[in-house]
Nanobody, 128 residues
Framework: QLQVVESGGDLVQPGGSLTLSCLGV????????IGWFRQAPGKEREGVLC????????YYADSVKGRFTISRDNAANAVYLQMNNLKPEDTGVYYC?????????????????????WGQGTQVTVSS
């Protein structure tokens, strides 16, 4: 099981920014394709950004293009989701996931599931 711990969620106003963190527990995140997912109230979980090893290839959901980016801190075994110009529709619980072999498109597709279980996620609320 690839255990991850998400953090950094908060209440922010529309137009604001927020950075989420994903820490790998017991494995090295840099060796994996990383995906960020969100689940809005009453909706299915969706992939918003998935990035290949070394971030050579990144998939962005249309709704976050130009606003969300990913970065890695290998020394900290962490991956970050930088979210700018947040909108109320960005509200939801955000999860990260890791996959050794998936393409970024496959990982961000509706059918992807983590090996094991999802983390606890972190709540992002965008509201004035």
């Amino acid at each position: 099981q690839l255990q991850v711990v998400e953090s950094g969620g908060d209440l922010v106003q529309p137009g604001g920014s927020l950075t989420l963190s994903c820490l790998g527990v017991g494995f090295t995140l840099d060796y994996y394709v990383i995906g960020w997912f969100r689940q809005a109230p009453g909706k299915e979980r969706e992939g918003v950004l998935c990035s290949s090893k070394g971030d050579r290839d990144t998939y962005y959901a249309d709704s976050v293009k130009g606003r969300f980016t990913i970065s890695r801190d290998n020394a900290a075994n962490a991956v970050y989701l930088q979210m700018n110009n947040l909108k109320p529709e960005d509200t939801g619980v955000y999860y990260c996931g890791a996959d050794y072999r998936a393409t970024v498109q496959a990982m961000c597709s509706p059918g992807w599931r983590p090996f094991g279980s999802w983390g606890q996620g972190t709540q992002v609320t965008v509201s004035s």
